[in-house]
């Protein structure tokens, strides 16, 4: 990337410049869009799939936003990775033709469409490494990583997640609705029988595949992963909030799920489907937010700094509950 920091006279504190795109100059530009060029031609029938499958499957919609997601990673280590001089490694020129020579070998002999496009992740990274080195690929791997949540996972494997949650949010929405006067409600696989007032409902209420939370769960989890990489916490903080996007997704799926049987049973069936159950799928990333926020915010008061009048000189908290200048 040829984008030196230079260096100042006046001491260490003078703060080093601000860094921009715009240092790396016409040749770099030209070659890096000659390397994208390259890469879109070789890859060409497994982007053309994939672009497909985020057009057509609404669960894998997301897909489209998660690229604009790992330029904006690329854009917030900027000042580091412009200040790093390439130090290209042919160990990643290997890999790319081992990534080159796995497609043909795939298309003949496994026939896994997964693997196609789990195939670009492992293509991009020894490309990085072959024109950029391994303190570059310790920059970016992250960015590069995230486009995992882009590739839907195989068919077999998705089902096999959805249907534990499917009932998880059948079993939980039952017991609920069996709190309310007048409703009675008995779990049936991933439907929900409901007698109302002593009428049975007609059709069951259907929990069906796309009311599992795996959308809400695969975008949030994405997001809890940006969030987690963008915000400057410990470790352990990081860890929490990327864990908690998981119960978080469930428990507002099992809300949607709540909400959309309460207005099937008490208002009109019409609204518990098509565009406004799908609208109340959306207002659950707002609810998801906000208790992602929550904790975000309760982690962030677990301490405080205190203040005295002195502050040239640390102060020490000792062991037996004193307090000391050092």
């Given at each position: ?80 990775l412009l200040s790093q001089e390439p130090k290209p ?238």
């Amino acid at each position: 990337m040829n984008a030196r920091s230079p260096r100042f006279e006046g001491g260490a504190s003078n703060p080093p410049p601000t860094l921009g795109w715009g240092s790396l100059g016409v040749h770099v530009w030209v070659k890096l869009l000659l390397v994208v060029m390259l890469f879109c031609a070789l890859f060409y029938d497994i982007l053309f799939k994939l672009v497909r499958y985020w057009i057509l499957d609404p669960t894998w919609s997301h897909g489209f936003l998660i690229p604009l997601f790992s330029l904006y990673f690329l854009q917030q280590k900027k000042d580091q990775l412009l200040s790093q001089e390439p130090k290209p490694s042919y160990v990643g020129l290997v890999g790319l033709l081992l990534c080159i020579a796995f497609y043909p070998i795939n298309f003949v002999q496994f026939q896994i469409a997964y693997f196609e496009f789990l195939l670009l992740i492992p293509a991009i990274i020894s490309i990085v490494l072959f024109l950029g080195g391994w303190s570059i690929l310790r920059t970016v791997w992250l960015p590069i990583a995230f486009l995992f949540f882009a590739i839907p996972l195989p068919d077999r494997f998705y089902k096999a997640l959805t249907m534990p949650m499917r009932l998880f949010a059948t079993d939980i929405s039952t017991i609920v609705l069996n709190w309310i006067p007048g409703i009675d409600s008995t779990p049936s696989g991933a439907t929900i029988d409901v007698l109302y007032h002593g009428r049975p409902l007609v059709p069951a209420l259907d929990v069906a595949e796309a009311c599992s939370g795996m959308r809400l769960l695969m975008a949030f989890v994405a997001l809890g992963v940006a969030m987690a990489y963008l915000h400057q916490r410990p470790i352990w903080q990081r860890s929490v909030l990327l864990l908690s996007t998981i119960p978080i997704a469930l428990l507002c799926n099992v809300l949607r799920v709540i909400i959309t049987a309460l207005i099937y049973i008490l208002w009109d069936p019409r609204f518990a489907q098509g565009i406004y159950h799908d609208l109340l799928g959306l207002l659950m990333l707002p609810l998801a937010f906000g208790l992602y926020g929550a904790i975000a915010w309760f982690m962030s008061n677990l301490y405080t700094e205190e203040e005295d009048g002195d502050q040239s000189a640390p102060k020490v908290i000792r062991r037996d509950g004193g307090e000391g200048r050092p």
